[in-house]
């Protein structure tokens, strides 16, 4: 979706619940001395500043990594992403999935990110200069069905669209039955908001039949200022890192306490 920017909601909860998983099952997979590969559906700039105007103006990620910071500590694999991206960015500076997963990873891994908007695109790659990175200005789920199995094998895939296209909730458990056919290795992690409404789960229903082994996890918070329909967020994930869920388990309480009004 093209009139879709993810600065004017980094660092919020939806973020903090995403970014933190994903730091923590890179980190799992990069203990073991395989390479591996990232593959991501809708990466977006990669960085962005928390002081800025868009992030400023929604407020969102005071009411999120402002509040969660000291859910973790200093050794979680989260800190040491958000410590890394603020000594070579700054303090305000937030890392978008794509710079979540470039400071996991090791020489030996390969990552490809595909994003469709062309400003997010441009920004995406001087974020990604020096880098070892295949960016492609590409539809994501094409690329997801297009790239797979990928080389080395082993390997994460995060897909994670803006929801604005109300048809994603039908082609997307569509398309992971597909990816996971092909790349039956794969981990598989699929992030969706909760709304009002929750137009998610009839998807999730169809994802939990045809994926029953999965992890599905889902954490609930108040809407970040009036008017904002986001009353959650939920990860779906196929082949789950061992110790993942209980990693998840551990963020569910933490949630549940942030107070019922932002």
């Known amino acids: 979706m093209l009139s879709y920017q993810h600065g004017f909601h980094a660092g919020n909860l939806a973020d903090v619940h995403k970014h933190a998983l994903l730091a923590w099952a890179l980190a799992y997979m990069t203990a073991k001395d395989k390479p591996l590969s990232y593959i991501e559906t809708h990466a977006g700039r990669g960085l962005y500043r928390l002081d800025d105007a868009m992030a400023l103006k929604t407020g969102?990620?005071?009411?999120?990594?402002?509040?969660?910071?000291?859910?973790?500590?200093?050794?979680?694999?989260?800190?040491r992403v958000l410590t890394a991206v603020r000594a070579a960015h700054g303090g305000m500076a937030y890392p978008g999935s794509p710079l979540v997963a470039a400071m996991s990873l090791r020489a030996t891994d390969r990552m490809r990110l595909a994003e469709l908007h062309p400003q997010e695109v441009a920004a995406l790659r001087e974020t990604f200069a020096g880098h070892d990175a295949v960016i492609e200005q590409r539809d994501g789920l094409e690329m997801a069905l297009a790239t797979v199995p990928p080389t080395p094998r082993r390997g994460l895939m995060l897909i994670d669209p803006s929801w604005e296209v109300k048809a994603?909730?039908?082609?997307?458990?569509?398309?992971?039955?597909?990816?996971?056919?092909r790349w039956p290795v794969g981990v598989l992690m699929l992030w969706y908001p909760i709304l009002e409404g929750a137009p998610h789960a009839p998807m999730l229903r169809?994802?939990?039949?045809?994926?029953?082994?999965?992890?599905?996890?889902?954490?609930?918070?108040?809407?970040?200022?009036?008017?904002?329909?986001?009353?959650?967020?939920?990860?779906?994930?196929?082949?789950?890192?061992?110790g993942l869920a209980q990693e998840a388990a551990r963020l569910s309480p933490l949630f549940a306490a942030l107070p019922a009004q932002s």
């Open 60 to 79: 969102e990620a005071a009411q999120g990594i402002g509040r969660a910071e000291g859910w973790f500590d200093a050794d979680h694999p989260y800190t």
């Open 168 to 181: 994603d909730y039908e082609t997307i458990p569509k398309l992971l039955v597909q990816v996971a056919r």
């Open 206 to 242: 169809t994802l939990m039949a045809a994926f029953p082994d999965a992890l599905s996890h889902a954490v609930r918070f108040a809407p970040a200022r009036p008017g904002h329909r986001m009353t959650g967020s939920g990860l779906f994930i196929v082949n789950p890192p061992y």
